[in-house]
């Protein structure tokens, strides 16, 4: 085989490669929208198992896969306290667990109990009659790495817009957004 043609079967073989990554990237969200509103939440009242971690908010991947193992079938739920651009990595305060149950639903003693075998808090959280959402496509894992880079950004900027000042005068949130957090320890 000439060298040339060597040379262009390698310069198709990355073409493939650039091109698959890309596509995997755009597939995982690169591009998608994000919605971002402010209304009602999309869960009522929820009752969680959860457990407290410190550390960068970029390693909290362990956290869920504990929590998923014990009831894969329950929800994922994660509360974030600290502004990461604000303070050290390793004094970033969250929690990580699953919604045992919501609304009128009881939540199973046989999940709380397992869950608090295995080391987790259980509490149960009000319902809130209006928030701030944003909405993200969840593709591949790869969505929770482009989710953060391509959310948080425009939800900071939507905070900051008019939309958000007057959706705020017209709907007052129930639960004063300073006081809860601390409760839960
Ligand atoms: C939600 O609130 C209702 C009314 O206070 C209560 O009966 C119910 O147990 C709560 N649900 C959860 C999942 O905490």
């Known amino acids: 085989m000439s060298e040339f043609l060597l040379l262009v079967l390698i310069l198709v073989l990355v073409a493939c490669i650039f091109v698959t990554i890309a596509a995997f990237v755009i597939y995982s969200g690169l591009l998608a929208d994000v919605v971002i509103k402010t209304g009602s939440p999309p869960v ?13 908010y970029r390693d909290t991947g362990a956290a869920y896969t504990e929590s998923c193992s014990i009831a894969p079938k329950l929800s994922s739920i994660a509360i974030f306290y600290d502004d990461p651009k604000e303070k050290p990595s390793d004094q970033c305060r969250y929690i990580v ?3 045992l149950s919501e609304g009128e639903d009881k939540p199973d003693d046989e999940t709380t109990k397992l869950y608090q075998k295995f ?16 909405r993200f496509p969840c593709t591949s894992p790869l969505s929770h790495v482009v989710g953060p880079y391509r959310v948080y950004p425009q939800l900071a900027a939507y905070i900051e817009s008019a939309a958000y000042a007057t959706a705020l005068t017209i709907t007052k949130p129930q639960i004063p957004i300073d006081s809860k957090p601390a409760k839960m320890f």
């Open 44 to 56: 009522k009242n929820v009752t969680i198992a959860y457990k407290f971690k410190q550390g960068s």
């Open 97 to 99: 667990g699953s919604v």
């Open 119 to 134: 080391g987790f808090k259980v509490f149960s959280l009000p319902e809130v009659s209006h928030a701030v959402t944003a």
